[in-house]
């Protein structure tokens, strides 16, 4: 629903996004294939110390059931059944790994005109339950999310956020790490083709603070330019060109001053989609 609260998980998902999405410092490729029938195909590899790890995930789509399918280097595999409108503004989601017998778990969301509910909860003995909630609408939400392990009777954690969204602008103020850390973050689009954004946390029990602040820039119509500096000094920039539709080739470069070579270091991304 347009007018509906963000999931608990989005306050503040648009500064991390231009402050790390597509940040990659390996050697990594992406090859997406998409039938007409639905189905899906993404096969991804990783250049870690001169060996390439890969996955492959297929997803097919049926109406209002999608099945997604991952197998990585290790063999393992994961399966993710979604359906959505099993009730009216509610998606159920089931997912497993195999060979992992006990890693089964039920995803449950209901989206409200002035409310959004994620639960979800381990599909074994001592489930895992986790629970996160926003009220208001898509401008102004308030919400929090705990998890509780059943097993230890323990709460595994517990966060609260409100967020302020415009179109030009968002604010975020998240209390995290079990009350320990607070988080505020601001992204502001200073035109059409320029965004800047900061984050800053601060921990309570060692009254350390941390900041990060980036910017983006488009260049053109098929170009994307970011860049991001921290605290610690560490600074790094992003190039990201779509040379044919769909298909991106990002190149990454960070520079820590701290680091034990002090050498900067480069990445690679890229995405095929025919």
């Known amino acids: 629903m347009g007018s509906s609260p963000a999931p608990f998980s989005d306050i503040g998902k648009r500064a991390r996004d231009l402050l790390t999405k597509d940040y990659n410092f390996d050697q990594k490729f992406t090859l997406s294939m998409l039938s007409s029938s639905g189905m899906g195909l993404t096969v991804t590899g990783l250049k870690v110390d001169q060996i390439f790890l890969g996955d492959i995930n297929t997803v097919y789509k049926s109406g209002n059931t999608i099945v997604d399918m991952k197998v990585d280097s290790y063999s393992n595999v994961s399966t993710k059944v979604t359906v959505n409108d099993l009730l009216p503004c509610t998606k159920a989601a089931f997912s497993f790994k195999i060979p992992d017998h006990k890693s089964g778990k039920l995803d449950v969301q209901y989206v409200h005109p002035h409310a959004a509910i994620d639960s979800s909860i381990g599909l074994n003995p001592t489930p895992l339950l986790e629970l996160s909630a926003t009220i ?9 999310d705990i998890g509780f392990n059943t097993g230890s009777a323990s709460l595994t954690r517990y966060n609260a956020g409100i967020a302020l969204n415009k179109p030009d602008f968002s604010i975020a103020l998240l209390l995290t790490d079990k009350g320990q850390a607070l988080k505020a973050s601001y992204v502001h689009s200073v035109s059409p083709l320029t965004s800047v954004a900061a984050e800053m946390t601060h921990r309570f029990s060692t009254y350390e603070n941390s900041f990060t602040i980036g910017s983006s820039h488009v260049v053109d119509p098929l170009t994307v330019v970011k860049t991001r500096f921290s605290n ?6 992003l190039c990201q060109h779509e040379w044919r539709p769909k298909s991106l080739v990002t190149v990454s470069a960070e ?3 701290k680091g034990i070579s002090a050498a900067p270091r480069f990445g690679l991304a890229l995405a095929l989609k025919p």
Request: with cysteine; net charge positive.
């Open 136 to 144: 208001g609408s898509k401008n102004l939400c308030l919400g929090g």
């Open 232 to 237: 610690s000094g560490k600074a790094a920039m």
């Open 255 to 257: 520079y820590d001053p």
